[in-house]
C-alpha cells in the first residue's frame, strides 16, 4: 500500500519554544493531508485538512496561529507547534489518501511524540 | 451525542475465544466504513473496510446496517496477536476519516 513517512517520530522540547513536523507521501501524490492528535486513552481527533498550495482548514477549537500548517508541495505537509506548552503534549500524527487507488483508505504516518517539558 | 461510538472495553479474551465490537455512528450521510487496528504507541492501520453486505477477511468479519447506524466487527478464533486496540472509523465524503475511541482487546493464553 502507500507508503506516509513521518519525522521525527519523538520530540522533547522546552515550553516556549517551536515544534516542526514533517510528513511525507513516499509513492503518491497528496494533495489533502490530515493531521491529527491523539492523547492517552482517547480517540484521534482532527486537528485541520492540509491544501496544497491553499489555506489549512481548521477544526472548530483549534488555534490556527498556534498549530502553522505548510502544504507547499504534493507530496509534503508540515505542522509547526508554535510556542508550545506541557498541555501540547500528544501523539501527532498525519495521514494522506492515494487518490488513485481511490479506496478511501487513509494511510498514516508512524507518528510523533511530543514532550513539552 | 458523539459522531461514532464505541464500548472502550478492555474485552480480556483467552486464546481462541470469539469476540465481537459494535460501533454506532450519528451521521446518517456517511458512506464508508472501516475497522483499523492501533497498537499500543503506534500508528493505527486498516483492518478492513465495512460494505453493506458484509465482508469476510479470514478470521475477521464486519457488518454494516445502514439503518440503525451501527457497525460489527467479530473476530473468531482469537490469538494473541490479535491482542489490540480497534478503532470504528466512518466517512462522509469530501471530509477527513471520523474516528471512534476504540476497544481495547487483550487475548491472553
Known amino acids: 500500500g502507500a507508503v506516509v513517512s513521518q519525522h521525527p517520530s519523538r520530540v522533547i522540547c522546552k515550553s516556549g519554544t517551536s515544534v516542526k513536523i514533517e510528513c511525507r507521501s513516499l509513492?503518491?501524490?497528496?494533495?489533502?493531508m490530515f493531521w491529527y492528535r491523539q492523547f492517552p486513552k482517547q480517540s484521534l481527533m482532527l486537528m485541520a485538512t492540509s491544501n496544497e498550495g491553499s489555506k489549512a482548514t481548521y477544526e472548530q477549537g483549534v488555534e490556527k496561529d498556534k498549530f502553522l500548517i505548510n502544504h507547499a508541495s504534493l507530496t509534503l505537509s508540515t505542522l509547526t507547534v508554535t510556542s508550545a506548552h506541557p498541555e501540547d503534549s500528544s501523539f501527532y500524527i498525519c495521514?494522506?489518501?492515494?487518490?488513485?487507488?481511490?479506496?478511501?483508505?487513509?494511510?498514516f504516518g508512524e507518528g510523533s511524540r511530543l514532550t513539552v517539558l | 451525542r458523539k459522531e461514532v461510538e464505541q464500548d472502550p472495553g478492555p474485552f480480556n479474551v483467552p486464546e481462541g475465544a470469539t469476540v465481537a465490537f459494535n460501533c454506532t455512528y450519528s451521521n446518517s450521510a456517511s458512506q464508508s466504513f472501516f475497522w483499523y487496528r492501533q497498537d499500543c504507541r503506534k500508528e493505527p492501520k486498516l483492518l478492513m473496510s465495512?460494505?453493506?453486505s458484509g465482508n469476510e477477511d479470514g478470521r475477521f468479519t464486519a457488518q454494516l446496517n445502514r439503518a440503525s447506524q451501527y457497525i460489527s466487527l467479530l473476530i473468531r478464533d482469537s490469538k494473541l496477536s490479535d491482542s489490540a486496540t480497534y478503532l470504528c472509523v466512518v466517512n462522509t465524503a469530501g471530509t477527513a476519516l471520523i474516528f471512534g475511541k476504540g476497544t481495547t482487546l487483550s487475548v491472553s493464553s
Open positions: 509513492d503518491f501524490q497528496a494533495t489533502t
Open positions: 495521514s494522506a489518501r492515494d487518490l488513485q487507488t481511490n479506496t478511501g483508505e487513509l494511510f
Open positions: 465495512v460494505y453493506s
